[in-house]
């Protein structure tokens, strides 16, 4: 079964207001989850690394107050998109390392959310 | 900057034939190498990880190799059928992952 889940799976929204995303380690602490936000036919594009306790790492171009990362707990991280636009309308996903593991697969993925603005 | 190159972008083949995806990795100081699967709509499946010590994974009719030198890595998918139309990704894995630009696959009848 999923070890990371990621609600809601599909959001709509108007234009200008926020909209919360979670994303949850089932049974283990991630220390690290990372957000990626995926456009229409194109690659997933990693948008911040979110670490337990402090502040989120941004890449490159994304705007860290439109995109808001909370990780306050070990099993929770929060992707919040404020005043959202059309523009915003995508494919955004998750995924948590498992710090227990030190070799194979140690990323788990969301399943990730869709979301509209309108 | 590690750049993840995909070739082809698109692919349409008959059902039966045996394909090949590339993904070509400029920075060769990764730690694993991973293929996914991507459905329309939907998130991504786990297709096959290699770890950085390894040359090449295999499950069913899935085998993925690994060159680290040359920066490439290749999943061969035998025998293909319309089941596995979907874009396939590939991602390599530093302290966080870098996609490559996707392959779409098109497995017709």
């Known amino acids: 079964g999923a070890v990371v889940s990621q609600h809601p799976s599909r959001v709509i929204c108007k234009s200008g207001t926020s909209v919360k995303i979670e994303c949850r380690s089932l049974?283990?602490?991630?220390?690290?989850m990372f957000w990626y936000r995926q456009f229409p036919k194109q690659s997933l594009m990693l948008m911040a690394t979110?670490?337990?306790?402090?502040?989120?790492?941004?890449e490159q171009g994304v705007e860290k107050d439109k995109f808001l990362i909370n990780h306050a707990s070990l099993t929770l991280s929060t992707l919040t998109v404020t005043s959202a636009h059309p523009e915003d309308s995508s494919f955004y996903i998750c995924?948590?390392?498992?710090?227990?593991?030190?070799?194979?697969?140690?990323?788990?993925f969301g399943e990730g959310s869709w979301l509209t603005v309108v | 900057k590690q750049e993840v190159t995909q070739i082809p972008a698109a692919l349409s083949v008959p059902e039966g034939e045996n394909l090949v995806l590339n993904c070509s990795f400029t920075d060769s100081a990764i730690y694993n190498l991973q293929w996914f699967r991507q459905d329309p709509g939907k998130g991504l499946t786990s297709l096959l990880l290699?770890?950085?010590?390894?040359r090449e994974q295999t499950s069913g009719r899935l085998n993925a190799s690994l060159d680290k030198s040359s920066g490439r890595s290749t999943l061969y998918i035998a025998a293909s059928q319309p089941g596995d139309s979907a874009t396939y990704l590939c991602?390599?894995?530093?302290?966080?992952?870098?996609f490559g630009t996707g392959t779409r696959l098109q497995v017709f009848p």
């Open positions: 979110s670490n337990e306790g402090s502040k989120a790492t941004y």
């Open positions: 290699i770890q950085s010590s390894q």
């Open positions: 049974d283990f602490q991630a220390t690290t």
């Open positions: 995924s948590a390392r498992d710090p227990r593991k030190h070799s194979g697969n140690t990323i788990y």
């Open positions: 991602a390599v894995i530093l302290d966080k992952l870098i």
